[in-house]
């Protein structure tokens, strides 16, 4: 059986999206990071990055949530990929979610939440929450004359953009959702369909840390206890 190595981060649960909407059976072995099993000898064999999601599928190791899990799975069951005519499209705009959409919103949460509170980091922080806003902007503006990302069925490009996009206030304050009308629109969606429910609630089947504490800073944060020369 398919064995998902997971946490209840945005990446992880869109790939728990996945599985649930087409079925795969599989097996959830939790990964708390902010305990540090991460980096376990173990887990390094399976992600050298140190990262989740990652999935042993009969021996096939892949890891990342966008490019190669979300297209491995979707390949390998042929279920909610675009028709091929849109490849390109559904190429381009996972990599937009996979190179920007993540990328900065996770920089975005770092420093507005988690950056230590001693130290001036206004310039990080006016540059992700601007960068951030910019992509919701984007989408914002593709929802406009869309349904869903690419072409007239939902699709893994909607699962990839819903696992970072439902958590847009906690990125860019509670209004933030005002700003982006079409993107809540398609996260509202997603989020009342019964394996979307099924893949939020999969976290709360295990016990994680809560606590954001030294411990979790010094695993979820190394930068923060390393010196670069």
Do not use: C
């Not at 699709?155 to 209004?175: C, N, Y």
């Amino acid at each position: 059986m398919l064995k998902f190595y997971f946490n209840g981060s945005p990446n992880p649960t869109k790939v728990a999206l996945y599985l649930e909407e087409s079925g795969l059976p599989f097996e959830p072995v939790k990964i708390d990071t902010r305990k540090g099993e991460q980096f376990t000898p173990d887990f390094l064999k399976i992600n050298p990055n140190g990262k989740v999601p990652a999935i042993d599928d009969g021996g096939t190791i892949v890891f990342d949530s966008n490019a190669i899990i979300l297209l491995y799975l979707a390949e390998k069951t042929g279920k909610f990929l675009p028709a091929a005519s849109l490849r390109g499209e559904t190429l381009s705009w996972l990599m937009f979610i996979a190179t920007g959409v993540g990328p900065y919103s996770g920089q975005a949460v770092h420093f507005k939440h988690f950056a230590p509170k001693d130290q001036n980091h206004d310039y990080a922080h006016n540059r992700y929450q601007y960068e951030t806003d910019r992509h919701y902007k984007i989408l914002h503006g593709h929802l406009k004359d869309h349904r869903y990302m690419v072409g007239d069925s939902y699709s893994i490009v909607d699962m990839a953009l819903w696992g970072w996009a439902r958590m847009v206030p906690f990125k860019l304050g509670d209004d933030a959702f005002a700003r982006y009308p079409n993107v809540k629109r398609l996260v509202d969606e997603i989020s009342a369909r019964p394996a979307a429910v099924r893949a939020i609630g999969l976290k709360d089947k295990f016990t994680f840390k809560a606590e954001m504490d030294d411990e979790a800073r010094a695993n979820m944060f190394k930068h923060m206890m390393t010196k670069v020369a």
